[in-house]
Every structure is written in C-alpha cells, then in structure tokens.
T-cell receptor
Framework: DTAVSQTPKYLVTQMGNDKSIKCEQN?????MYWYKQDSKKFLKIMFS???????INETVPNRFSPKSPDKAHLNLHINSLELGDSAVYFC????????????FGSGTRLTVV | GQQLNQSPQSMFIQEGEDVSMNCTSS?????WLWYKQDPGEGPVLLIALYKAGELTSNGRLTAQFGITRKDSFLNISASIPSDVGIYFC????????FGGGTRLMVKP
C-alpha cells in the first residue's frame, strides 16, 4: 500500500490553463504539505494543512489554491499556469507534535509549455 | 528565513570508498533528518537525530547531530552503486526545511 500517493505522476499543459494535483495519505497523519522542487533540486515548502486547516502559506502566488476536504487529502489547484510553474511538486504528511519527519509522495512533474 | 547550507553539492566516487557530507544552519534545530531521493521518486527518510551530540547509525550510514544544534553530518561507508542519488539534510522546526542536497555518483 502506498503511504502518500499523488496523481498524476506527469502533467504537461499549456500556459494559461488551470490544473489540479491530488494527494492522499493512508498513514492516519493529521498534517499534510505541498513542496516544490525546482530544476536545481531545491525543495521549498508551499503549504501546510493540519486537520483541514491552513497553518503555513509560504508566500505562494494566489494562483495556487490548496484544498483539504478531509485530513487524508490535500489537493493543489493552479490557475493561469505560467512557464515558471514548471517543477516537481511533492505532497507529504506527518503527525503534528511527533518528530519523525515527513513521509513524501513520489512527486508530480509539471511541465508548462 | 531559515537556511541550511549543505556541502558538497556533488561527489563522484569509486565504489567501496567512504563518503562524508555535512549541513550547517543559521538557526538551531531540535531535530535533524537525513533523506535520500532516487530519480523519479520522493525523498525517503534515512536517519533522524533528536539530541545534540547524538550519533546514530543505519547500516552503512552514520549521522551526527552537532553539539551547537546548528549542524549535522552524514557518513556512508563502503559505498555501493545503489547509493547513487541526492542526499538532503533537513531541520525540523515549525516546518521541515531542507538543505540544497548532495548529488552522489558512484563509479563501479
């Protein structure tokens, strides 16, 4: 069973389109995250949700809108895609208050053309 | 914001050699973590460190939590081809902050 699963694995789309990436975790964690990995492999946090509530928003453009229907899901919707949005997006989860680190999904490679 | 400086950025070594990489921070962390990322996959946790001065091993991997709580290092002994990948240090505060990664290449 995959602990943190995200779909799709690859996403190629044109500038200006709107797209969504879905994430689900079956670990029973209460906190989920979205990270962006750029072409230089630098990982930067975008958002964090705890029990469906937004707790971290790292100055991400408001074209990015996370949605958490329940604590096992955190989806990422991106409006008006730009070339600079091309990156690998990782979903992760953890249990708040426990320092066991985060469990990551396998990533979604987004290419905007 | 918090920054983690990880070095070296890349290493190309011969199979069987030992590897050492380190990470320094401008801030104190109470937990240090080391992750490995294989191509096309997400980071996977290798070792977690919880106490200053702590030395922890996981097979051929050994990591230490610096006394000042602002640094950590990771050693890999007797490297093998499957050690290839990107290794990330990470400090856990109110969120997980990553270093820039060390890309390891192993020549058989």
């Amino acid at each position: 069973d995959t602990a943190v699963s995200q779909t799709p694995k690859y996403l190629v789309t044109q500038m200006g389109n709107d797209k969504s990436i879905k994430c689900e975790q079956n670990l029973g964690h209460d906190t989920m995250y979205w990270y962006k990995q750029d072409s230089k492999k630098f990982l930067k946090i975008m958002f964090s949700y705890n029990n469906k509530e937004l707790i971290i928003n790292e100055t991400v453009p408001n074209r990015f809108s996370p949605k958490s229907p329940d604590k096992a899901h955190l989806n990422l919707h991106i409006n008006s895609l730009e070339l600079g949005d091309s990156a690998v997006y990782f979903c992760a989860s953890s249990q708040l208050g426990r320092n066991y680190g985060y469990t990551f999904g396998s990533g979604t490679r987004l290419t905007v053309v | 914001g918090q920054q983690l400086n990880q070095s070296p950025q890349s290493m190309f070594i011969q199979e069987g050699e030992d590897v050492s990489m380190n990470c320094t921070s401008s801030s104190i962390f109470n937990t240090w973590l080391w992750y490995k990322q294989d191509p096309g996959e997400g980071p996977v946790l290798l070792i977690a460190l919880y106490k200053a001065g702590e030395l922890t091993s996981n097979g051929r991997l050994t990591a230490q939590f610096g006394i000042t709580r602002k640094d950590s290092f990771l050693n890999i002994s007797a490297s093998i081809p499957s050690d290839v990948g990107i290794y990330f240090c990470a400090g856990l505060g109110n969120m997980l902050t990553f270093g820039g990664g060390t890309r390891l290449m192993v020549k058989p």
